[in-house]
């Protein structure tokens, strides 16, 4: 079995996790794009969000001694709009190449609508092109159905299983995850 964590979303912490996190021994995160709660309205709001990740949470986590990744990608809660959701497709090969991104992400379902579906193959064809990893996200509602399909569409993609995280998982993904040759990862929920 594998098993690692490469998911961490600095942007909605405070400096004092950084400090928290070096004591504890952490020397290195990824961080994967994600919706930040508020739907974006134009892909300046994208430029934004990414330019930071490369740059503003890099520069915080090196105060304390912590090397930040990151993953850039469409989150599958904003694929639904369709210009937005082609304006970022197009914009995301400008960040894809830049140092300290290593993996689309997180990219997947939230409501297994085609366009969700249109927009996971366009970032696994751009993960293709770049050589890199993919960070998915399993949805929250339809967990196992939408996982399914997930996977049915990196199969067909033809994505290198060792290159893909199927995260999220649970007790109802974990069984048809494990098959693939897919690095899983979890997500432990308190209650």
């Given at each position: 079995?594998?098993?690692?964590?490469?998911?961490?979303?600095?942007?909605?912490?405070?400096?004092?996790?950084?400090?928290?996190?070096?004591?504890?021994?952490?020397?290195?995160i990824?961080?994967?794009?994600?919706w930040?709660?508020?739907?974006?309205?134009?892909?300046?709001?994208?430029?934004?969000?990414?330019?930071?990740?490369?740059?503003?949470?890099?520069?915080?986590?090196?105060?304390?001694?912590?090397?930040?990744?990151?993953?850039?990608?469409?989150?599958?809660?904003?694929?639904?709009?369709p210009?937005?959701?082609?304006?970022?497709?197009?914009?995301?090969?400008?960040?894809?190449?830049?140092?300290?991104?290593?993996?689309?992400?997180?990219?997947?379902?939230?409501?297994m609508?085609?366009?969700?579906?249109?927009?996971?193959?366009?970032?696994?064809?751009?993960?293709?092109?770049?050589?890199?990893?993919?960070?998915?996200h399993?949805?929250?509602?339809?967990?196992?159905?939408?996982?399914?399909?997930?996977?049915?569409?990196?199969?067909?993609s033809?994505?290198?299983?060792?290159?893909?995280?199927?995260?999220?998982?649970?007790?109802?993904?974990?069984?048809?995850?494990?098959?693939?040759?897919?690095?899983?990862?979890?997500?432990?929920?308190?209650?």
């Open positions: 079995m594998r098993i690692f964590d490469p998911h961490i979303h600095m942007t909605s912490r405070t400096t004092d996790d950084y400090e928290a996190m070096a004591a504890a021994g952490i020397r290195a990824v961080e994967p794009a994600f930040l709660g508020q739907p974006r309205t134009s892909v300046d709001s994208f430029v934004d969000y990414f330019s930071s990740l490369l740059g503003w949470e890099r520069f915080r986590a090196s105060q304390f001694g912590i090397r930040h990744h990151c993953a850039i990608g469409l989150n599958p809660k904003e694929a639904n709009d210009g937005l959701r082609e304006e970022v497709i197009d914009l995301l090969p400008r960040y894809l190449a830049k140092d300290g991104v290593v993996a689309v992400g997180e990219i997947g379902f939230d409501s609508t085609a366009e969700e579906e249109e927009a996971v193959e366009a970032q696994l064809d751009l993960a293709q092109e770049h050589e890199l990893p993919v960070l998915v399993t949805p929250h509602r339809d967990k196992l159905a939408g996982t399914r399909r997930t996977l049915e569409i990196i199969e067909r033809g994505v290198p299983p060792e290159r893909v995280l199927i995260d999220h998982n649970n007790e109802l993904t974990v069984g048809v995850v494990a098959q693939t040759g897919c690095w899983m990862g979890f997500t432990i929920y308190p209650f």
